[in-house]
């Protein structure tokens, strides 16, 4: 339906852009000294170039999954200068430049990922806003970016959460999530996500003209995808969608559905690829319920770590009403929690309320 307050929308109009590239300089070499045994170095070097890019994206050395891939490297460069070229005893050694479709690699990654991930790793959304230049961010709840990128993932069968703002200082937590990729990254240890996606919007308001009653309205967006386990930023996608309108929300409400639908296709992709570099975990996960007091907390954690098989106790989280806790332990579940419900605590004592697999929930009685 045409909406009357927006008057203008940025188009493209044309020949779609050319995919872009990156530059890569690598080494190959090939048995021979002539003409043959050149292109064959080429194509070594070229192929090494595909595999330093793969290992770099995953993290991995095992290439067994990538083999597709790496059989049709030439496919993925889109021009080769070689550098030089030196004959070497039996051999042919080259330096090349290639121009890479980097992109393309990417999502053909994240195709073959998606086609092996049997269990993929909760995903943290966050979103964060400066509502004005200048003006502290803020947590946002609602937003079209949100639900494009949480649809996105969700449609794939990832699961996605966001933070529980309830349980902190939210000018506390916005300050850890825009901080160093180590810091968000303790945060989505904190809510049990694998990999965290936290966005930056900032809106950007200009008179289209001094007397003219029509703003353009910007949206600038910053995201970044950040796995939790090492804190290792392995995206950052930044994008700047407006719309000129009568009604400036309605104006960046535009610009953000239109920024969503940008950026849905790379972040499945990055998110992908960050969830082959999640890798499982024996440790334990134990939430309690109705914590109240942080004594109470100090208490569990001290007959925890005066277990003999247990080999460090993480405090995640520490609030009134939930506490959570990360275990170093690889033990049967059953023992450790029957050996905690059954403690004598000093004013309180902890009830089961479910345990699966590696992750149990108990309520403070």
């Known amino acids: 339906m045409f909406n009357s307050t927006v008057i203008w929308l940025a188009l493209s109009v044309g020949l779609a852009a050319p995919p872009s590239t990156t530059i890569y300089r690598m080494e190959g070499a090939a048995p021979g000294l002539g003409r043959e045994a050149g292109t ?129 200082d939210e000018q506390s937590l916005v300050s850890r999530l825009r901080g160093t990729p180590e810091e968000a990254a303790r945060v989505g240890l904190e809510h049990k996500a694998g990999v965290i996606l936290e966005g930056e919007i900032t809106r950007i308001s200009t008179q289209e003209a001094p007397s003219s009653n029509i703003s353009r309205n910007e949206i600038a967006l910053k995201l970044r995808v950040i796995l939790s386990e090492t804190g290792t930023l392995l995206d950052t996608i930044e994008i700047r969608r407006a719309v000129s309108s009568t009604e400036p929300e309605e104006g960046y409400k535009q610009a953000a559905t239109d920024a969503g639908e940008s950026v849905k296709d790379r972040v499945l992709t990055s998110t992908t ?73 000093a004013g309180f004592h902890l009830e089961r309320r479910r345990v699966v697999q590696r992750e149990a929930i108990l309520r403070v009685q």
């Open 273 to 345: 690829i960050a969830a082959a570099g999640a890798k499982p975990s024996s440790d334990v996960y134990i939430d309690i319920e109705q914590l109240g007091e942080s004594a109470r907390m100090e208490a569990v954690t001290k007959v925890l770590n005066g277990i003999e098989a247990v080999q460090g106790v993480d405090v995640l989280l520490s609030a009134a009403s939930l506490g959570r806790l990360r275990i170093k332990y690889e033990g049967p579940m059953a023992p450790l929690v029957d050996f905690l419900v059954n403690q004598n605590y």
């Open 40 to 168: 064959a170095a080429v194509n070594n070097a070229e192929t090494n170039i595909i595999i330093s890019i793969l290992e770099s994206m995953t993290g991995s050395s095992d290439f067994a999954l990538y083999a597709p891939i790496l059989d049709r490297a030439p496919e993925y460069i889109r021009s080769v200068h070689v550098l030089s070229r030196t004959p070497d005893a039996d051999q042919t050694q080259v330096e090349i430049e290639a121009y890479v479709y980097e992109e393309q690699l990417r999502r053909d990654v994240s195709a073959l990922i998606l086609t092996r991930l049997n269990v993929k790793p909760s995903v943290l959304l966050v979103l964060l806003e400066e509502p004005a230049p200048g003006q502290p961010y803020i947590g946002i709840r609602e937003n079209p970016i949100l639900e494009g990128v949480k649809k996105t993932l969700e449609d794939k069968f990832f699961t996605v959460m966001g933070p529980m703002w309830e349980l902190y």
